[in-house]
Structures are given as structure tokens and as C-alpha cells.
């Protein structure tokens, strides 16, 4: 159930009270006693804590302090976490509604605060037979510094974060390629963005031949699912694409994943899930953009008439490609995806994917591969908006000597370029498909996490959804 955030507008009880400040002083004028105050000043100043849980029968009182030395993101995200922190006292304590008190002395600290409580409120419990909801299910905040605006954003991207994650949280028995599909066009149609699937017939007569080559050895057919915003009155001629990677479920084909290398591969269509919920935020916000989203759709199993390394297999784009292992099947399905994507003209293709374990082990879980040709100052753009939301690109070097790595013997480039780089030399694939700007995305890091990790979460983290939202947001 999704957490609401609400303007305050009229007095009651509430349940819990949250007091944002950034300095003692500012409570002296509010309606504490004089015993709450001691207390809270010895529990600031004395033993250094920042976040105060005054002891109260009635209601209870939190009183958050937030320093506003360093940059503003860093602020922001210690100001989410700090939400995170919060929302789990309110749960344990199993209070419904929170009105949050704003006195701080910047604009968005109590947007980052709200933030970080409701995403940090999110569980994923269908399949559990006894069900704990988490009791907070209101968040009311009392502040002059937020438009109605930032209200409705902000509700609109806890539901796009919450919905992404249900996704990426769901097992294969429940998603396949068909399911998801479907979802994403019902999800679409709920906000006016156009949805049209490709079945295997019309991928077949496509040619798309990574997508089917790897849905070889699936007992399910494949999808191609296309979104598409463009209300009137949008402000850009040419449209933005992003692209996400549709794997329901990888065994890694014939190349099988050994030992527990298979447990969460349920996660890896997070990067099409990102894309299918950032353009749905993008579209209930109405923001007046036009916006394609591109998700080729399958499982990589392996069976009778799976693909197989020394296969050659002709493309959307009519190149041909060798492959040397059945483990590399993102890049295939991606490959398709972006040479269809010049149909559109655009003028940025953003991809997210879930594309090499290398990424992963290059930068941990703290941040996103990026690589980038043609697209210097959209990069820029897109870094800024990392930073914003704490969803930060590592920029890794796309030279053209990585390219080497991938030319075939046998075909015009092969789908895996060695021991060495290989978060790049994916990229380097997936160019070879593009002729315009281009952003390459391996969200394989922070897409699903082993540990809970403050409002991320544990498990799927809906990674990608708040860094498109605000890209788009700053080019309009």
C-alpha cells in the first residue's frame, strides 16, 4: 500500500509528530516544556544525537536536526535516510499518521524528508500467508516552503518507485515476457500513454533477431512492448528514448549461472521496469514531453532449441553477430531495441539495463556504470539529476580501441569481448547499434540488494525511475 503525503490543513490529533529544525533555538518558540526541552538539549548537545524521540504517553514526538554545512545533495540524501529512520520508529511504535512540522530554514529538506519515510514504508509481502503491513499510511507535512506541485510529485513518484519494485520483486511464476507486457500496457493506458505489444509473430517478421534467438529455449514467446507520451503542446521536436532490458528471468542459457549465481535473476528486467515506470510518472505528472519507451521482453533458458555459443544470428539492423556465451543475452535483446529505436528519429536514447556482473563488481551497489557517445552535455544533465537523487553515474571510458574486442572471425562483431572491461566492451556492443546520441546505463548494482539499505530497501530498489523523472524534469 502506498504511503500518501498531504499539505497540512487542518488541526487534529495525530498520532506522531515530526519536528524538523536545524538548530536548537528554533524550539524554544514552539510548544514544548521546559523538561522536553532540557531533554532534547542534552540529547543534541551533549550526546551528539540528531535524530530525538521525546517520551510521551499521549503522541509521539520526534524532533529531527539536519546541518545544512556541504552541498545540497548530500543534505538532501542524509535528510532521506534520516526519513528511512524515522518511518521504521513510526512502524515499530504502529502509528497511522505523522504530521511533520517544516521549521527548517531550506526549501527542500522536508520534500527529502517525506521522500525517505515514504520510500522507506515499502514492503513487498504478497506472498507471505501472514500479512504485516507496516502501520504508517499518512504522512501530513506543515510547511510553507512546498508547492502543490511537490506534493503531487511526490505522491506520484512513491507510487512509480512502489510499482517498479513490485515488478522487479515478482517471481517468473507470476511474470513472464506476456505478463509483464501486459501490465505495463494496463499501467500505461491508466495515464493516457499509448501501448502497443509485439507478439512473436509480428518480432518475427521484425527480424529481431537477438530477442529471438534468445527466447529460443523458453517454453514462453517473447514481447516488444512500446510506450509512447507525447501530449500536445510538448516541447521537444525530437523525442527522448529509453530503453530497458526485459529479461523475466536469466539461467543463462545454455552457459548456465553455477552455484547461487541464479537466486535473484528474477531482477533482471529492472532496467525495463525503470523505463515502464518512469515514463508512467512522467505521463501522470503530465509533464510535456515526448517520450518513447522501448522494452524487448524474454526469459534465457536453456532447452532442446536454445541458442548456443558458435551460433550466428542476423539482427534487427540486418548485422550479424557471433556468439561465444548464452550468459550475454541482454545485450542481444538491447541490440534490437536501439536499432528500432532510429524509426523514432530521436534525440537522446537513454538504456538501463542489468547488463554485467563486471559493473557490479567494478562500483559495488552505490552507484551506475554510464558511458556515453554524441551526448556530452545530456550526460551532464543526466549526472546532475544522479547526484540529485543519490542515484550517481560512474563514468567509464568508451574508446574506440574497447571495440576491438568484440570483432568476430566468423561474423561482423561477437557478443562477449573477453576477461578485461567488460562492462565496457558491453557498451561497445550496444553502440554499434546506435547512429545518434546515445547513454549507456548498467544499473546491475543497485537494481536488487542483498541487505537492507536505508529507503532503498532490501531487494528491488525501483533504481532509475527518480533519475529519469528528474532528467526530464530539468529539460522542460
Known amino acids: 500500500m502506498q504511503t500518501i503525503i498531504k499539505k497540512f490543513n487542518k488541526a487534529r490529533h495525530f498520532e506522531a509528530y515530526i519536528y524538523l529544525v536545524n538548530n536548537y533555538k528554533q524550539l524554544t518558540a514552539l510548544s514544548f516544556s521546559r523538561n522536553e526541552l532540557n531533554y532534547i538539549k542534552n540529547q543534541y548537545e551533549v550526546l551528539e544525537k540528531e535524530l530525538i524521540i521525546l517520551p510521551n504517553l499521549d503522541a509521539v514526538k520526534i524532533v529531527q536536526f539536519v546541518k545544512t554545512e556541504g552541498p545540497s545533495w548530500k543534505i538532501q540524501e542524509n535528510c532521506r535516510k534520516a526519513g528511512d529512520k524515522i518511518a521504521c520508529i513510526l512502524n515499530d511504535n504502529k502509528k497511522t499518521t505523522v504530521l511533520l512540522h517544516d521549521y527548517s530554514e531550506m526549501q527542500f529538506l522536508a520534500y527529502a524528508l517525506a521522500e525517505g519515510m515514504a520510500l522507506g ?58 505478463s509483464f507486457s501486459e501490465i505495463i500496457s494496463e499501467m500505461s493506458v491508466s495515464v493516457g500513454i499509448k501501448a502497443e505489444i509485439f507478439n512473436k509473430s509480428k518480432i518475427e517478421a521484425l527480424k529481431m533477431g537477438g530477442l529471438l534467438a534468445v527466447n529460443r529455449g ?4 517473447p514481447t516488444f512492448t512500446v510506450m509512447e507520451w507525447k501530449p500536445k503542446g510538448h516541447k521537444n521536436k525530437k523525442p527522448f528514448v529509453f530503453v530497458g532490458k526485459g529479461v523475466v528471468y536469466d539461467t543463462g542459457g545454455v552457459n548456465i549461472k553455477t552455484g547461487d549465481y541464479m537466486l ?7 532496467g525495463a521496469a525503470a523505463v515502464a515506470c518512469a515514463i508512467y510518472a512522467i505521463a501522470k505528472a503530465k509533464l510535456p514531453v515526448h517520450v518513447v519507451g522501448l522494452i524487448p521482453s524474454t526469459d534465457n533458458r536453456p532447452d532442446g532449441n536454445a541458442y548456443v555459443p558458435g551460433d550466428v544470428i542476423t539482427m534487427f539492423t540486418g548485422k550479424t553477430v557471433e556468439i561465444m556465451n548464452t550468459d550475454a543475452e541482454g545485450r542481444l535483446i538491447l541490440a534490437d531495441a536501439l536499432g ?14 542489468t547488463l554485467t556482473g563486471a559493473a557490479s563488481r567494478a562500483i559495488g551497489h552505490y552507484g551506475i556504470v554510464a558511458m556515453h557517445d554524441n551526448a556530452e552535455s545530456e550526460f551532464e544533465m543526466l549526472k546532475q539529476s544522479g547526484q540529485s537523487v543519490y542515484e550517481r553515474l560512474a563514468e567509464f571510458p568508451f574508446w574506440d580501441e574497447y571495440g576491438e574486442l568484440i570483432k568476430s572471425d566468423v561474423a561482423d562483431i561477437k557478443n562477449l ?5 567488460g562492462m565496457i566492451t558491453a557498451g561497445k556492443f550496444l553502440h554499434q547499434f546506435t547512429d545518434y546520441p546515445f547513454i549507456h546505463l548498467d544499473i546491475a548494482g543497485p537494481v536488487f540488494l542483498d541487505k537492507k539499505d536505508s529507503y532503498r530497501g532490501k531487494a528491488a530498489t525501483g533504481v532509475g525511475v527518480r533519475l529519469l523523472f528528474d532528467f526530464i524534469m530539468n529539460k522542460i
Open 218 to 221: 523458453s517454453i514462453d514467446p
Open 417 to 421: 569481448g573477453g576477461a578485461e572491461a
Open 121 to 178: 514504508n515499502y514492503q513487498f509481502i504478497k506472498y507471505k500467508t501472514e500479512q504485516k503491513p507496516n502501520a504508517l499510511v499518512e504522512i501530513e507535512i506543515d510547511s510553507n516552503q512546498l508547492s502543490k506541485l511537490q506534493y503531487d510529485h511526490l505522491n506520484i513518484i512513491t507510487d512509480a518507485v512502489y510499482k517498479c519494485r513490485d515488478l522487479v520483486n515478482e517471481p517468473l511464476t507470476f511474470l513472464n515476457a506476456v
Open 264 to 270: 535473484d535473476m528474477k531482477c533482471d528486467m529492472g
Open 340 to 353: 528500432y529505436a532510429s524509426k523514432y528519429k530521436p534525440s537522446l536514447v537513454i538504456d538501463l539495463a
